[in-house]
């Protein structure tokens, strides 16, 4: 009898049985991964470019500790999803290369310059929020690898959206200039947040099979809304005002209606022609250029040691 791997890939799909890097796997599911996980990791390192940006400049002891955990988490989130992309069988060399040469996309959101303190307060709340609405249905991704990574970075995300949130809350809580800040801010981050889920369902050509392959569990409409629905009663905990004349709690569907998303600027942004998107990858290059003496020092200290070892065996 043959046996159709296609079959028991799908099967193993349908059982929520993970896919783990030794199994079969069509082709297009593997390169599917590939780009989802390796966007999804140049996002985490290219966004540690606009809070960077902020970490010398923190008001306060306490907020510069938490800013900093806050990126270098970051970091650590971009290094566990590389692996993960790297079971996949594409080199990191390979995908640091696609992102440097502008090749590769990341988020669109890293694209928007960071022009206040109040602005590390909205990417906590908003950026980190929509990441999480996003990340947390990931946990359960068919991929074994990037399920697992899904898990630690959606628990540290969890503490980046409530360190945003609080800054918010101080924000509000204080004087009337720095109100303004936060409201400030919150105009400007409102929209590219909710662009953050990627294009409406009806436009978006890769959800339909990846929802099959059970790679994405909620399509990019649906978590756009539940972020919506979940983060108004906030904006009003905050007393700020959410920049949609047309937002309004729908009773008869259970949700916020809200206005039409400027898809022109999402796609202008994507396409690489966004605010900062130049200087964004131009930090990029610089510091893996900058960094060439590093990773040549630690070549040469692994190959002593190796030669060290080898001629010990001999030796002995
Ligand atoms: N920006 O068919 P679609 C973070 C692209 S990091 C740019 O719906 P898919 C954080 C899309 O790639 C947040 N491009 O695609 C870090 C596709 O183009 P290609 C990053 C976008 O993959 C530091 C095309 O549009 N999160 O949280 O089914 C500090 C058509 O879209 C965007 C992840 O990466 C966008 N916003 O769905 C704070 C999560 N949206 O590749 C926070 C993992 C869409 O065909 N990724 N595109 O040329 C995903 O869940 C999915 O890849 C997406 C898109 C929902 C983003």
Excluded at 161 to 182: D, F, H, V, W
Aim: with cysteine; hydrophobic share 35%; aromatic share 10%.
């Amino acid at each position: 009898m043959e046996i159709n791997l296609e079959d028991i890939f799908q099967n193993k799909i349908d059982n929520e049985v993970k896919i783990e890097p030794r199994d079969w796997m069509p082709e297009k599911y593997r390169k599917t991964l590939i780009r989802q996980i390796s966007q999804h990791a140049h996002s985490e390192i290219v966004g540690m470019l606009p809070e960077g940006n902020w970490i010398t400049r923190a008001p306060n002891l306490r907020r510069k500790v938490a800013l900093l955990a806050k990126v270098q988490d970051e970091a650590g989130h971009g290094l566990y999803l590389y692996s993960a992309a790297e079971t996949l069988g594409m080199t990191r060399d390979e995908m640091y290369n696609e992102l440097h040469t502008g090749k590769a996309k990341y988020s669109s959101i890293f694209n928007y310059p960071t022009l206040s303190w109040a602005d590390m307060g909205a990417i906590g709340w908003l950026v980190d929020g929509a990441a999480i609405m996003n990340q947390v249905p990931l946990c359960r991704t068919s991929y074994g690898p990037y399920a697992r990574a899904m898990v630690r970075v959606c628990k540290e995300e969890s503490f980046h959206q409530r360190q945003g949130y609080e800054i918010m809350m101080s924000l509000c809580n204080g004087t009337p200039e720095q109100k303004t800040m936060a409201q400030d801010a919150l105009n400007r981050w409102w929209w590219p947040s909710i662009m953050m889920f990627g294009p409406n369902d009806d436009n978006s050509p890769n959800s339909a099979q990846s929802m099959k392959w059970k790679i994405k569990r909620f399509s990019n409409d649906e978590l756009r809304q539940k972020f919506i629905d979940v983060t108004i009663p906030q904006a009003e905990l905050l007393g700020l005002t959410v920049p949609d004349k047309d937002l309004k709690w729908n009773e008869a569907r259970g949700h916020y209606d809200f206005g039409i998303i400027n898809w022109d600027e999402f796609n202008n942004v994507v396409a690489g022609n966004g605010p900062c998107n130049k200087q964004r990858l131009k930090a990029r290059v610089d510091a893996w250029n900058n960094g060439e003496w590093v990773r040549d020092a630690a070549n040469a200290y692994a190959q002593k040691r190796k030669n060290r070892v080898k001629s010990g065996q001999q030796a002995a």
